[in-house]
């Protein structure tokens, strides 16, 4: 089993920035995807970001050029450095894991952008 817990979420004025943490625990294999999932009020859960744990990279074309994910392995954490947010940016977001056959989700954190 795989924990995940995200963190960072909040109210945020257009234009402004935030920094989302997934920390992961439990049974991690070394070889992975990791990703950021973004489901906004009333809409399905969309991908934001994914990386391996190698360190590529794959964005929605929503986020190319205002958000970057990254994680650092010997702390099994991923992060979503988001910025020019804009107010449909709000939603509650997900941090995902799959390794093998397993897929593992966090409980979500919610980003709000508005005045």
């Known amino acids: 089993q795989v924990q995940l817990v995200e963190s960072g979420g909040g109210l945020v004025q257009p234009g402004g920035s935030l920094r989302l943490s997934c920390a992961a625990s439990g049974s991690i294999f070394s070889i992975n995807v990791m990703g950021w999932y973004h489901q906004a009020p009333g809409k399905q859960r969309q991908m934001v970001a994914l990386i391996s744990n190698g360190g590529s990279t794959t964005y929605a074309d929503s986020v190319k050029g205002r958000h970057t994910i990254s994680r650092d392995n010997a702390k099994n954490t991923m992060y979503l450095q988001m910025s020019s947010l804009k107010p449909e940016d709000t939603g509650v977001y997900f941090c995902?894991?799959?390794?093998?056959?397993?897929?593992?989700w966090g409980q979500g954190t919610q980003v709000t952008v508005s005045l």
């Open positions: 995902h894991l799959a390794q093998k056959t397993q897929q593992y």
